[in-house]
């Protein structure tokens, strides 16, 4: 496990380091750059893009996502995705399906809160 | 305490109950054209964005999308992880901007619509992507793509307050070369420009190029579409589209910065150093990054221009002389 995070992180480096870069060009001006210089709209704090990355990817590891398409899956990420993902990743909703999972945990609490089992809601 | 309860989750659920539910006046519509793939447990993300990617032309499943954005520990997907692999399909993905209005617009253009619904409420949430793929206004019911269900109808009034819920978000991918029917100029420039260099070159000169049929006098446009013709390789196209931006707006520095730039990269030092004097002389005025890059353009501009005193003949294809801006 340690291993397989250290070579993610490893290739993440690299391929940070490569586009760095190749995309260095500082006689044309981008047109996100331009667009985000004509806007300049607040921005949120920004963390570095390696310390994005990797907990990133530590998270989607924690996840259950393997190694090979973690590294996969954060290239095709923009940086402000990145930053996103980086930041709330926890708090994000993550679609699954008209399953009542919840629905019923919930039921059971209502169940218990209603015979006086549970006190959870009267402090509401 | 039951009336506790109670209180407390009538208080809870009316928070909910502000959301217009009166249904639309819109025209009938149904996308039949559209796949079906009916969902696996909890993975209704890889099923609807299958749905839209080979709507679009590409040859996918759920199941090849799964690696791509299911995360286990979530058990589902998060939205920008779809957009990511839209993507990775060779396909730019948009998001909805404008709500209901929006999506009828892209319904008439033939657009499906993937849609993140809320079924649960906003302290219970329950998140779930389906495709929005017609609306009945006889009956007020939205036509999904829905989990197990090819062809769901689901009442207007339970469909807009659950995606409420969601902030109304939805995703529209084109085919190459297209752009959402719905949405202002300025949010597409945008969200192209946050992730062209994700993308393919000739894809993204070929989207730009879209915005631009629409929107021919929109200079952030014409800006992105020169740029990105220049990066497809396309240099005339791009020297084409700065001339007719500059001949609209003089004063486009970066405009002014990059044409330069393009025509002493292709051996025009003595109009690129025309080009780039207005610039030299604005600098105090522009923004760090601008000034430079004028000044980049500048020196590389002097270093040729000292071994030439004449531009060589091809340059003229580029120019358009003698009417340099």
């Known amino acids: 496990m340690l291993t397989s995070r250290l070579l993610v992180l490893l290739q993440i480096t690299a391929f940070l380091v490569a586009s760095t870069v190749g995309t260095a060009q500082a006689a044309i001006i981008g047109t996100a750059e331009h667009l985000a210089d004509q806007s300049r709209s607040e921005q949120l704090a920004q963390i570095s893009a390696t310390l994005a990355s990797d907990t990133v990817q530590q998270h989607m590891l924690e996840m259950g996502v393997s190694p090979a398409d973690t590294l996969a899956r954060i290239n095709a990420l923009s940086d402000a995705e990145l930053q996103q993902l980086a930041q709330q990743l926890d708090a994000l909703p993550a679609g699954s399906g008209a399953l009542g999972v919840l629905g019923a945990l919930f039921l059971v609490l209502l169940v218990l809160e209603l015979i006086g089992v549970t006190n959870v809601f009267s402090k509401l | ?325």
Do not use: K
């Open chain 2, 1 to 325: 305490m039951i009336r506790g309860a109670a209180l407390a989750l009538a208080t809870l659920l009316s928070a909910c109950a502000t959301i217009t539910t009166r249904p639309p006046d819109e025209a009938a519509s149904e996308l039949t054209t559209v796949p079906f793939f009916p969902q696996e447990t909890y993975q209704c993300g890889p099923a609807a964005l299958a749905t839209l990617l080979v709507h679009s032309g590409v040859a996918i499943t759920p199941e090849a999308l799964v690696p791509q954005v299911y995360l286990p520990g979530r058990e589902g997907s998060l939205q920008v992880e779809l957009l990511a692999a839209t993507r990775r399909s060779g396909r730019i993905p948009f998001i909805l901007r404008g709500g209901a209005e929006a999506l009828f617009e892209e319904l008439e253009a033939g657009n499906p619509v993937l849609v993140l619904q809320n079924l649960g409420r906003a302290w219970l949430p329950r998140w779930h992507y389906a495709v929005v793929v017609g609306y009945q206004p006889d009956t007020q019911r939205v036509l999904l793509r829905s989990g197990t269900e090819q062809r769901r109808l689901e009442r207007w009034s339970r469909f807009i307050a659950s995606w409420a819920h969601a902030d109304y978000w939805g995703l529209v991918i084109p085919r190459p070369g297209e752009i959402p029917a719905s949405g202002p100029a300025d949010d597409l420039a945008g969200e192209l420009a946050g992730q062209e260099a994700l993308l393919e070159p000739a894809l993204v000169a070929a989207t730009w190029d879209a915005a631009l049929a629409r929107w021919p006098d929109n200079l952030n446009l014409l800006f992105a579409a020169a740029n990105a013709r220049r990066a497809n390789a396309d240099t005339e196209g791009a020297a084409q589209l700065y001339h007719t931006l500059l001949m609209q707006a003089p004063q486009h520095m970066p405009a002014r910065n990059n044409f330069a730039d393009l025509l002493v990269q292709a051996g025009c030092p003595v109009s690129a150093e025309r080009l780039i004097a207005p610039a030299q002389q604005a600098t105090p005025a522009l923004s760090p990054a601008v000034a430079e890059a004028v000044r980049q353009t500048a020196a590389d501009i002097a270093r040729q221009r000292a071994q030439v005193s004449n531009d060589p003949g091809h340059c003229r294809a580029l120019t358009q002389d003698p009417t340099l801006p």
